[in-house]
């Protein structure tokens, strides 16, 4: 039996609940899924290759798809930097509008290149975001994070259908003064009724919890060799540290 290779462990702490997790860094196996992914070109293969790798390299017991999604962002990004190398190098075309020869508006498309340290990386969190969101003085609903799975399921969809079909989802409990009402107790239908009968003003506080969760994101300022042009980009999602 030949011997086997000893593999380092790291440990990262969930966003979401501050629990360490340890894992191990990508293997041959693992680089050989990426690279199949790669050469797939589809953004939806990417997503499958990355999660699988996710529940090969975790070493601790957790549902990977029960998980928020900036949690999941956050641990491939660490686990990218261990297996990899924590400096990323990425390339950007420029945007900026110029003029041609013959005076005619084009873009630039200068490259650019820069790169950045992914364990520099702080996930951001606003101060006043909070799960809990009061309709009324009486009346409220506290909700979940959006799971990998959850954004899986409607990745598909229309822009303008995501928020209540992802909101039946996300809610965990509906309380008043008197009482809890737990989304696992009540249908979907139930849900469903509930979400129709707000007020827009209400589908407003909801999409303010989604847009203030907590993110994983890097802002990056840079200025083109070819025109001289400043610009401020901000690098987030898995597939950017897809490597």
Do not use: W
Request: proline share 4%; glycine share 2%; charged share 35%.
């Amino acid at each position: 039996m030949l011997p086997k290779l000893d593999v380092p462990i790291y440990e990262v702490k969930l966003i979401s609940t501050g629990k360490p997790i340890r894992f191990r860094p990508f293997l041959v196996r693992e680089q050989k899924l990426f690279l199949m992914a790669a050469k797939s070109e589809d953004p939806k293969e990417t997503v499958n290759v990355i999660r699988q790798v996710l529940k090969n390299c975790i070493l601790d017991e957790i549902d990977i798809d029960g998980l928020p999604t900036f949690d999941l962002e956050y641990i491939f990004m660490h686990m990218r930097a261990r297996s990899v190398e924590e400096v990323v190098d990425l390339q950007y075309k420029c945007n900026n509008t110029v003029k041609n020869d013959k005076d005619e508006d084009v873009r630039c498309n200068g490259t650019v290149g820069f790169q950045f340290n992914l364990l520099e990386i702080e996930p951001t969190k606003h101060a006043e975001h909070t799960n809990q969101i009061k309709l009324t003085e009486n009346l409220g609903v506290c909700l979940r994070y959006p799971t990998f799975e959850m954004v899986k399921k409607y990745e598909d969809m229309d822009e303008n259908e995501v928020l209540s079909h992802i909101l039946v989802d996300c809610i965990d409990y509906i309380f008043d003064k008197e009482q809890i009402y737990y989304a696992k107790d009540s249908t979907k239908e139930e849900l469903e009724d509930f979400i129709d009968s707000m007020q827009q003003k209400d589908l407003e506080k909801f999409k303010d919890f989604f847009e203030k969760m907590p993110e994983i994101k890097k802002d990056v300022k840079f200025k083109c060799p070819k025109c001289n042009y400043e610009e401020e980009i901000t690098i987030k999602g898995m597939q950017n540290f897809f490597a």
